[in-house]
């Protein structure tokens, strides 16, 4: 089998830093990455990591990789999992991959008891639609992703 997938380690922390970059030029918002290299590798590989990454392998090169952590459904009163990035390289793609990521991700989810695995996707990113719509996911329509950053978050914490 040419294809196998393994938690990320240490030594793998300039590879996910290349991947994210490339996935950011993909979603063409790259102009708004300010994480280094060091900050992903301090967040995933130094003391009580909170985030998650595991490296799709095809005959022992880095294919692709899928970035994650825990989350929490009340409704469900369980954790479940987001999906962060996913991202298999150009040269790499259509050989199944990013269905095996997210394959090995419901793995976790059943062994772990987890309620459910989400992500965000761009609405035009009609390639990775199709493999998510493949796999049976839902679109959550009728949710809007709110967000609140740099100096409008900064307004916020110091209300009096
Ligand atoms: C989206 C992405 C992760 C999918 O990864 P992938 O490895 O190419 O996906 P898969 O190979 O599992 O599936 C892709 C297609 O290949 C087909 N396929 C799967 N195994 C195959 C095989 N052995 N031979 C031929 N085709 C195959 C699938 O049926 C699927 O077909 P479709 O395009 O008609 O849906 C990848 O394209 C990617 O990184 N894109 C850029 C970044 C991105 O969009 N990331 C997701 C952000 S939310």
Not at 122 to 145: C, H, Q
């Amino acid at each position: 089998m040419p294809l196998s997938i393994r938690p990320a380690i240490a030594s793998d922390a300039a590879q996910i830093f290349r991947f994210i970059r490339e996935l950011a030029d993909y979603e063409r918002l790259a102009h708004e990455v300010d994480a280094t290299e060091a900050d992903l590798a301090n967040a995933l590989f130094g003391p009580n990591p909170r985030v998650f990454a595991d490296i799709a392998e095809w005959e022992g090169e880095p294919a692709g990789f899928a970035l994650w952590f825990y989350n929490f459904s009340t409704f469900r009163g369980r954790h479940g999992i987001y999906l962060e990035d996913l991202f298999v390289s150009p040269e790499f793609r259509s050989k199944g991959i990013g269905r095996a990521l997210l394959r090995h991700l419901a793995r976790r989810c059943r062994a772990e008891g987890l309620a459910r695995l989400e992500w965000w996707v761009l609405d035009w990113n009609e390639p990775a639609l199709r493999v998510y719509r493949s796999i049976g996911a839902i679109p959550m329509d009728e949710w809007t992703v709110q967000r609140v950053t740099g100096e409008t978050l900064q307004r916020l914490a110091e209300e009096p």
